[in-house]
Structures are given as C-alpha cells and as structure tokens.
C-alpha cells in the first residue's frame, strides 16, 4: 500500500527547509502564485536567520480547499536541503510526515519518527540535468508535479524569473524543472507515495496574492504616504523597497536614513512640512527612536511608525518573528501622551490597518 498524505484531504502542509542562499524564497514565491492560479487557497511563512549564506531557513506552504489565514503546526511534506534542516524542523515531525531528503541529511532517530523517508538528492539531480545551482527549481518541479500543479503554468513562471539572464539559462533550468518532475512523476508510479489533494469548492478568484510586508506599503500609499525615510533592518526591509519600487508612481520622496534616530526626526521634518511620512523599522531600531516618539509629541506632530516584530533582546538574534514589542510601542517615549498602536492579524488587515494610521494620526 502506498503512503497517503495528508489524512485530512483538505489541506496540505508543505515545509522547504535549507540553507540561506538556496533560492528558497524564490521558490515560495513562484510555487504559491502558481498554486493560486492553480485555483487552490494559500498561505506561506517564512523564517530566516539574519545571513547572506547558510544557517537554517525554512518556509511553510499551506495549500486548502478552503480559504486559509494562518500556518499549521503539521507538516505533511518535508523536503530538507541541507544536513540541518530536519534536525532544524524535528519538533514538528509526526508519523503522517514524508521527508524527502539526502539519506545522509537524516539521522535514524529522525526517520524513525516520520512516516516515510525517501532518499532522494535534489542536488545530483541539478548537476544530472546540466545546471548544478538549480536546486530549487528541481525542489519546484518535484512538488509541482507531485500536487499536479499545471505544468505549462509551472514552466512559464520559471521562464519569466529567468528571462533576463538569457535563454542558455532559461533552457538549463527548464531542464531542471523537468527532472525534478520526472523523480516525482517516479514516486507516484512505483506506488510509494499517494498525495490526495482535491481542487477547491469555491476558486480564490480575482484575488491578489500578497505578502504582509508589500500590504503595508500599499495601505501607505492609501493613506496617502508620499515620504518614508528607514534604515534597512529585516523584516521591515520590505515596506522600505516596496515604496522605493513603486515610488515615482505615486510621487513618493524615499529616504533610506544612516540609522533609525535620523529616520523618524526626518519623518517629523516631513510632516512638520505638510507631508504624510511613515518611519519604518523593526523592534531594534524602534528602541533608537524614543527620543524622536517624545518628540513627536512634544511638538505636537503626527506621525506614523511602521515596526516589523522581530525577537529580542539585543539585535544579533535570527530573524524570527514574535509579538514581544506591543509593551514597548505602549511604553514608547517619555511622558504621558497619545500613543494609538495597531497590529494587524493578517495581510488583509496590514493594508486597512496602514491606510486608517495615517488618517487616525493626522
């Protein structure tokens, strides 16, 4: 009998796990659009460790009949790219996971606890197809074909993410994306592997697939932002770029300030002349910013301060996300004065949310 994920045809949980520069949010990206067009409902997390190359990254794709707004705990399908992924990701591991993996990446311990390992190299199979450094895309066309995701659409979107780096490239990893399809194609046909995922009662059509971070950005715009002024600092990196990329669209002056201090008494200055400015950073840099808070309401200015949670204390720690910075946005500055703090649940709520803070603050 063939190993059946999930039990629950509902949903699925797919968790990519690997090393910083292995092209795993490329993939999120390219496979959850595909999925939606597709016609399922999805949602992806990411979390990351603050490098250019290595530690341990992971990233949560859930893909539902129904409308979804939040990851799960359960991961159905684990595909470890490196020696500590599954180790990285072991306190999630049940007998209803399948790991697929290089049988050296996973210890006996951890096989003993998932439901089925498949050894399989992602990476042999990148260099087999011509193009060693395409490993995500063979990941991509390996889980593609093992949900039966359309494969011209599959095809098209890596065409398009390649396009630029001309069509040797295109070529090579289309190959990529073909290999990885066939070891999956192989693994249903041999009856070791049975995935079950119905299409979904009611399409997410018309709908806009979006993270969190660009959510916010547009919520700005919506409130009329027309300056922002950060100092880069992940996760709220994202807000800054996003601005920066549609900004002569809507007439935005972006500002990427030496440090978080000069961020804000900026924002101030551009209020003080008439603008609607948003500061943006994380819990680290919004520590620096107390002093420019009880300026703020020393002389009576609006402002409106975007922070992108991230843990504490201290700044060397991995990108996470947590929620361990309302207190200190409550207790924010110096002296009693109106502070108005909004934490959106999802990205629906970031874009509304954004848009009413610059509104409230005015």
Request: aromatic share 6%.
């Amino acid at each position: 009998m063939p190993f059946k994920i999930p039990k629950d045809t509902d949903d699925i949980s797919i968790v990519i796990c690997g090393a910083a520069g292995q092209g795993i949010h490329t993939l999120e990206a390219m496979l959850t659009r595909i999925a939606m067009l597709s016609g399922y409902h999805v949602f992806s997390t990411m979390e990351y460790m603050s490098r250019v190359r290595g530690g341990s990254n992971s990233t949560s794709i859930r893909l539902s009949q129904e409308r979804v707004c939040a990851p799960v705990d359960r991961v159905d399908i684990l595909i470890a790219l490196t020696k500590e992924s599954a180790a990285h990701i072991r306190g999630r591991i049940s007998p209803s996971t399948v790991i697929v993996s290089e049988g050296v990446f996973v210890g006996e311990e951890t096989r003993a606890e998932c439901g089925l390992f498949i050894d399989l190299s992602f990476k042999n199979i990148a260099k087999e197809s011509g193009e060693a450094r395409a490993v995500s895309v063979v990941v991509m066309g390996f889980i593609a074909a093992l949900i039966n995701l359309d494969s011209e659409a599959v095809a098209a979107a890596v065409r398009s993410a390649f396009a630029s780096k001309g069509e040797k490239i295109v070529k090579a990893n289309l190959c990529a994306l073909s290999a990885g399809g066939k070891a999956s194609e192989g693994l249903l046909e041999d009856g070791r592997l049975d995935v079950v995922l119905k299409k979904p009662k009611i399409a997410p059509a018309g709908e806009i697939l979006m993270n969190a971070a660009d959510a916010t950005a547009f919520g700005a715009i919506a409130g009329g932002c027309n300056f922002i002024s950060a100092y880069p600092m992940s996760p709220s990196t994202g807000v800054l770029t996003c601005l920066a990329k549609h900004g002569r669209d809507f007439d935005i002056v972006v500002d990427q300030a030496e440090d978080e201090i000069a961020g804000i008494n900026m924002a101030l200055g551009a209020w003080y002349a008439g603008a609607r400015a948003l500061a943006s950073s994380s819990g680290g840099g919004f520590a620096l910013m107390g002093e420019g808070v009880s300026l703020a309401a020393m002389i009576e200015s609006p402002v409106v301060i975007h922070i992108a949670q991230r843990p504490g204390p201290a700044t060397g720690l991995p990108t996470r996300t947590e929620q361990g910075d309302l207190e200190l946005a409550l207790y924010s500055g110096h002296g009693e004065f109106p502070r108005i703090i909004l934490a959106p649940g999802n990205a629906e709520e970031a874009f509304y949310l954004t848009q009413k803070a610059f509104n409230l603050a005015d």
